[in-house]
């Protein structure tokens, strides 16, 4: 998406008023959940990663014999 304006502070308070209006009808509810949801990911993203990494030692252990 290309938002161009003659003016940058024209652009700025157009994206600003938009972000403003936006963060008024996001909810408690909605930053826990999102909170709550990055921290998951980011746990099973660590988790998947670490096995990941055994996984391959295991491989290349068994090529190396």
């Known amino acids: 998406m290309s938002f161009?304006?003659?003016h940058p502070?024209?652009?700025?308070?157009?994206l600003g008023g938009t972000f403003l209006s936006?963060?008024?009808?996001?909810g408690s509810e909605d930053i826990i959940t999102t909170i709550v949801l990055?921290?998951?990911g980011a746990i099973v993203s660590f988790i998947a990663s670490i096995?990941?990494?055994?996984?391959?030692?295991?491989?290349?252990?068994?090529r190396k014999k």
């Open 9 to 14: 502070n024209l652009s700025v308070g157009v």
């Open 22 to 26: 936006a963060i008024t009808h996001i």
């Open 51 to 62: 096995m990941m990494k055994q996984f391959v030692k295991t491989i290349k252990k068994q």
């Open 38 to 40: 990055a921290t998951l």
């Open 4 to 6: 161009q304006a003659s």
